[in-house]
């Protein structure tokens, strides 16, 4: 099992920034990729931005992509969300996974909450951290 604590949200002004980190303790030599994952009350959760462990290779959402940078640090098991420009439409709550299988499938419609390596696969989420942009 792998365990996910995540940090530094709070409330930013809109065209202000955050930095998001996610810390992995336990069986992390199972994460083969590492994201973001945002949801918004009465609204599916969506996928915000994809590392994978293994390359380093990234995947953005369009409504982020050129705002958003996601990093990680193998040697601490830890996982950054650097966002600027933020807008009041980025207000949510932000939480940090760590799954296998495909880490692109999350980012298809309909498919966020699906487990991409399969149900017995590794699918493990923080308990979130709160967003909030006003304008």
């Known amino acids: 099992q792998v365990h996910l604590v995540e940090s530094g949200g709070g409330s930013v002004q809109a065209g202000g920034s955050l930095r998001l980190s996610c810390a992995a303790s336990?069986?992390?030599?199972?994460?083969?990729?590492l994201g973001w994952f945002r949801q918004v009350p009465g609204k599916e959760r969506e996928g915000v931005a994809v590392?994978?462990?293994?390359?380093?290779?990234?995947h953005y959402a369009d409504s982020v992509k050129g705002r958003f940078t996601i990093s990680q640090d193998n040697a601490n098991n830890t996982v950054y969300l650097q966002m600027n420009s933020l807008k009041p439409e980025d207000t949510a709550m932000y939480y940090c996974r760590a799954y296998g299988g495909s880490c692109l499938l999350p980012f298809l419609p309909g498919f966020p909450s699906v487990n991409p390596g399969g149900d017995n696969a590794l699918d493990a989420w923080g308990q979130g951290t709160l967003v909030t942009v006003s304008s």
């Open positions: 590392i994978y462990t293994g390359g380093g290779s990234t």
């Open positions: 336990g069986n992390t030599h199972s994460m083969n990729c």
